[in-house]
């Protein structure tokens, strides 16, 4: 019972992401960012040593860092992706078997190799003779690896140099806003016509 229930979501994940495992990598990342930026959130909510004043500052701090580690893992990773993919599907990158063939076809392809109009991912479908286990397999992998490359320099580089960049802007505001409040009050009522003298 519980074997079939799982069955479908895993065999959809399985044909979704057998040829791109960078992009499962992706999503994932993504989602998990997401998850933990919520957690983060959602306990500083429910925190009852937190004062109402601290949370104030705290919930959107967390908010702006949530937005800013998800913009730039995703950015940054999808970017990587599809730049490595686009160079396999032009014949830039390309495994020792697939440069043989394209060589043996010269006559074919000669003049396309590495044009962006090229797309080798197009010739595989009309080609039965192509090697497409080379190809294939080669793309996924130098694919995943840079973008799992990318996810770390995201992670590690960007998101905290943007994220401190950012904080440090909102905790200067937010002081100020503390020393100067009427330079931040900008409420001004409208006094309706029949009120005024």
């Keep these: 019972m519980l074997n079939s229930l799982f069955q479908k979501p895993l065999e959809w994940v399985y044909q979704t992401f057998k040829k791109d495992t960078s992009k499962m990598l ?6 998990g960012w997401a998850l933990s930026s919520l957690a983060q959130i959602m306990a ?8 109402k004043e601290k949370k104030s500052f705290l919930i959107p701090q967390e908010f702006m860092d949530a937005v800013v580690n998800i913009c730039a893992f995703f950015g940054i990773t999808m970017f990587t992706k599809k730049t490595v993919s686009r160079l396999f599907s032009t014949g830039k990158f390309a495994p020792q078997a697939v440069r ?3 060589n043996k076809n010269k006559d074919l392809y000669k003049d396309k190799i590495g044009k962006m109009s090229f797309d080798l991912d197009t010739v595989l479908k009309s080609d039965n003779k192509f090697p497409k286990e080379s190809y294939y ?4 992998y130098v694919t995943t690896a840079c973008t799992i490359g990318a996810s770390i320099l995201s992670c590690n580089i960007v998101t905290p140099l943007i994220r401190n960049a950012t904080a440090s802007r909102v905790q200067k505001t937010y002081i100020d806003m503390k020393k100067n409040p009427e330079k931040y009050n900008t409420y001004s009522p409208r006094v309706s ?5």
Excluded: F, H, Q
């Design 26 to 31: 992706i999503v994932t990342g993504t989602v």
């Design 44 to 51: 500083i909510l429910v925190n009852p040593e937190i004062s």
């Design 100 to 102: 043989d063939y394209l």
């Design 137 to 140: 397999s080669n793309k996924n």
């Design 193 to 197: 016509a029949n009120m005024r003298v």
